[in-house]
């Protein structure tokens, strides 16, 4: 090398062009920040990473199932426990407390398979069975008892798909829980 020649070399060049594009595309990162979310998806995140109890009314059913493996995901990242609820609707002809050999049994079996289905979600399983005059009412008890954030109910979609109204008790538990409802409807087929 003499006087004033340069010399470059190719890896040198590389180097620097791999310099500059690292520097370029951080300086574009820094100057063009994300968009700040809105009030609304701001309370709407809040308000799911905040439930600690949601209860869902258990039947024993393919749809009630479904309700539970929904609820466990809606709770499954701040661990939340899961009300699992069994309502026995005691005729007005009878006192509360008359034993019901079979619907006690199939609320025993119902919510044994809802425990486990939760239990594979590593979350809490809290069964309770309720005896009340009305579904609906018995639901909305058991969500003020165990101070309840979410409740979501699996409707059966035979019921929908012949024109019935989503049931009594839905309704009840719609208008009176104070909370906020999810109805999870999977159309057959």
């Not at 009340?132 to 409740?151: F, K, N, P, T, W």
């Amino acid at each position: 090398m003499s006087g004033g020649e340069v010399h470059v070399s190719v890896i040198g060049v590389t180097l620097a062009a791999i310099f500059l594009a690292s520097l370029g595309g951080m300086l574009w990162w820094m100057l063009h920040p994300p968009a700040p979310i809105g009030p609304a998806v701001a309370r709407a995140y809040r308000g799911v990473s905040a439930l600690k109890r949601i209860l869902v009314p258990v039947k024993g059913t393919g749809y009630s199932d479904r309700a539970v493996e929904l609820a466990c995901r809606l709770g499954q990242e701040q661990q939340a426990e899961l009300i699992l609820t069994y309502v026995i609707e005691v005729p007005l002809s009878l006192p509360l407390n008359t034993p019901l050999d079979q619907e006690e049994r199939r609320a025993r079996e119902a919510l044994e398979r809802a425990v486990e289905l939760v239990k594979l979600h590593n979350l809490k399983p809290i069964p309770v069975v309720r005896r009340d005059r009305d579904v609906g009412r018995g639901i909305v008890s058991v969500v003020a008892d165990y101070d309840v954030d979410l409740v979501v109910i699996g409707l059966n979609p035979r019921r929908v798909a012949t024109g019935d109204s989503i049931g009594r008790g839905i309704e009840t538990v719609l208008r009176r829980a104070g909370v906020e409802v999810i109805i999870d409807m999977v159309p057959e087929g």
